[in-house]
C-alpha cells in the first residue's frame, strides 16, 4: 500500500480549497480496500472517502485518511430492451453518461454534465433536468468496513428520497461503493418535462429529438447557467430545493404570487431556492473571495483563494437572508468537512 503523508486536496475538490490530508491513499481495487482496513493503524484513523470532489467544501485541514476512490471500469449487459450498465466508483459520472448516449441506452441523456464520480451517485441521489439517480438505479456493491466483506444493494434497500438515501442517513461512515449497476433501456422515451429543454427542442426545430439530443440541449442549459469548475471553483448548487407542506406554500404563494414552484410528492411543493435567493439580492454578489454566480444565485463560487470558512460563513449569510423573507430554512447540499 502507498499510503502519503501531508496531501494536498486543492487538485481533488471542485471549489479549489486548499486543504491537506495526514494521510492520502488511492483505492484501484475492492482488494486495496480490504488491505487498508485490515491494517489497525489504517482502520484505527478516522477516513473520508473522496471520489471527485464535486460535492464537499473542506474548512480545515482533515486529520485523518483521505480514500481517493480510483476504481474504474464500464460493462454492459443487455437482456431484451434492458440495459444493465456497470460502471467502477471512481469512473467520472459524464464520462459514463457519454458512454450510454454513445450506445444510445436510454436513461440517463438528462443528467448530463453532472460532476463527479459513480460512486458518489448514489449516496446523494443525484438529479436533474426532471429526472433522479433511483429512476435509473438497479443495484450497487459495497464494501462494509466493519466486517471486511462486500454487500450488495438494490434500489429499495437505498431508501432514496430527495437529494438522500441510506448511505447518508443510517449507513453514513459504513460502506464504501466500489461498483453501481444502472438499468437502462433501448426505447427512448424523452424526458422533457424541464420547460428548458422543450423551450431549447423548439428554438432548434427538433420534433422527435434522440438522446444524443436531449443530452446535448442539457449540456447547453448547465453550461449557460452554471460555471465550469475548471475555470472558476464551485460545487455546483449548494444548497436544496425546499419541499414544503401545500397549506405552507399557499399562504407563502398568497404573498409572494411569482413564487416558483414544482411538483413534489403528494402533499408537497418544492420551492426553487435559486429564485428566492435572487429575491433577496444574492445573486452575483462578491464577498471578498467567494460569492454567487452571476448567472445562477444557487451557485456559490471561489473567485480565487477563498477560504473553505469564507464560503462556509457567506452561506450562512444567504440562509439567514432567505429565513427573513420567506420563512424558508435552506439546507445545504454540499458535505461540509
Known sequence: MNVQENVSLKHLNTFGVDAHARWFIEIDAEDDLKAVFADKHLKSLPHLVLGGGSNMLFTGDYEGLVIHMNIHGIANRIDGDDVYLTAGGGEVWNDLVNYAVDHEFAGMENLSLIPGSVGAS????????????????????????????????TREECNFSYRDSVFKSEYKGRFIITEVTYKLSKTFI????????????DNRHIVSPTIKDISTIVSYIRVSKLPDPKTIGNAGSFFKNPII??????????????????????GFIKLAAGWMIEQCGW?????????????QALVLVNHGNASGNEIFN???EIIKSVQDRFDIALEREVNII
Request: proline letters at 7%; a positive charge.
Open 314 to 316: 457567506f452561506s450562512g
Open 122 to 153: 448514489p449516496v446523494q441521489n443525484i438529479g436533474a433536468y426532471g429526472v433522479e439517480l433511483m429512476d435509473i438505479f438497479h443495484s450497487c456493491r459495497a464494501f462494509e468496513i466493519s466486517t471486511g466483506i462486500m454487500r450488495v444493494f
Open 190 to 201: 424523452p424526458n422533457v418535462s424541464y420547460g428548458a429543454i422543450q423551450q431549447e427542442l
Open 245 to 266: 407542506p401545500v397549506g405552507k406554500f399557499i399562504q407563502l404563494q398568497s404573498n409572494f404570487p411569482d413564487i416558483v414552484h414544482y411538483p413534489s410528492i403528494p
Open 283 to 295: 445573486k452575483g454578489k462578491v464577498s471578498g473571495n467567494t460569492g454567487t454566480w452571476k448567472n
